[in-house]
């Protein structure tokens, strides 16, 4: 697996977030994650989006992050919100999300970035066990779902 760097409306992350949006809507019901997001969050300094690609080029996996600083939506400076995390069924259990994971806070922590968050739900059990098994503690909810009781939010200093 290659890890690139591109750019959130690249067509490969358009595609992996499309995929995953379809996957929020079954598992919650609704119509996918609907925080506002842009492609220029993601752009360096302030954050970076990374893709996986196998070994014939197909995107695999993704993930990003974004600077926060405090808000009204419960973020602190020095935040870094981890978005999208996405590997396509057919190659879970390989590792893909951990390292996407590390490279991101890597990034985050380069950037000046003092604590990564994240916010994800009840129905996503593997995503909670990934961020707990990597050192993240539950934390304050935070952005745009924080007043939705399945909403679940953590944390790891960089």
């Not at 358009?14 to 919650?28: F, I, M, S, W």
């Not at 992050?65 to 978005?83: F, T, V």
Request: with cysteine; charged share 30%.
């Amino acid at each position: 697996m290659h890890i690139r760097r591109v750019s959130f409306d690249h067509p490969d992350a358009v595609k992996l977030n499309d995929q995953v949006q379809a996957e929020y809507a079954v598992r919650y019901g609704d119509d996918g994650d609907a925080t506002p997001m842009a492609p220029s969050d993601f752009d360096p300094p302030n954050g970076i989006y990374l893709i996986a690609y196998d070994e014939h080029d197909t995107p695999v996996a993704s993930g990003g992050w974004r600077a926060q600083e405090a808000n009204g939506e419960g973020n602190l400076d020095g935040d870094a919100e981890l978005k999208r995390m996405y590997v396509v069924e057919q190659v879970r259990g390989r590792g893909l999300a951990r390292r996407i994971l590390a490279a991101l806070e890597e990034d985050a922590r380069a950037a000046g970035r003092v604590r990564m968050v994240l916010e994800t739900g009840l129905k996503q059990p593997e995503a909670m066990a990934l961020y707990t098994s990597s050192g993240y503690e539950p934390c304050a909810k935070f952005g745009y779902y924080r007043h939705y009781e399945a909403s679940r939010c953590f944390a790891k200093s960089l």
